[in-house]
């Protein structure tokens, strides 16, 4: 049964940084693309990167340049580098792949304030 763990997430201040893993169990990241969504309160569940299984990254316009997916495949992980972060990246952060059907982590919340 495929799993996926994130972790890494808290409050941090405008302009700080944050890594997010998401360690995934039952699957290889190696063969399976890996995405990144964030979920704020009152708004729809935003894409914010996404990693092939060959590893090429892709963001949207609302996070390029700030944030950076990558994955270890020894490690059978896959993080999330944010930098230069924003009050609006406040929310829950998820990762999800689909292998058969959708698999979801279960969250981990990213509170950007002063």
């Known amino acids: 049964q495929a799993q996926l763990v994130e972790s890494g997430g808290g409050l941090v201040q405008p302009g700080g940084s944050l890594r997010l893993s998401c360690a995934a169990s039952?699957?290889?990241?190696?063969?399976?693309?890996i995405k990144w969504y964030r979920q704020a309160p009152g708004k729809e569940r935003e894409l914010v990167a996404i990693?092939?299984?060959?590893?090429?990254?892709n963001y949207p316009d609302s996070v390029k340049g700030r944030f950076t997916i990558s994955k270890d495949n020894a490690k059978n992980t896959v993080y999330l580098q944010m930098n230069n972060l924003k009050p609006e990246d406040t929310g829950v952060y998820l990762c999800?792949?689909?292998?058969?059907?959708?698999?979801w982590g279960q969250g981990t919340q990213v509170t950007v304030s002063s």
């Open positions: 999800y792949t689909y292998r058969n059907r959708n698999y």
């Open positions: 039952g699957f290889r990241v190696s063969s399976y693309a």
């Open positions: 990693i092939t299984s060959g590893g090429t990254p």
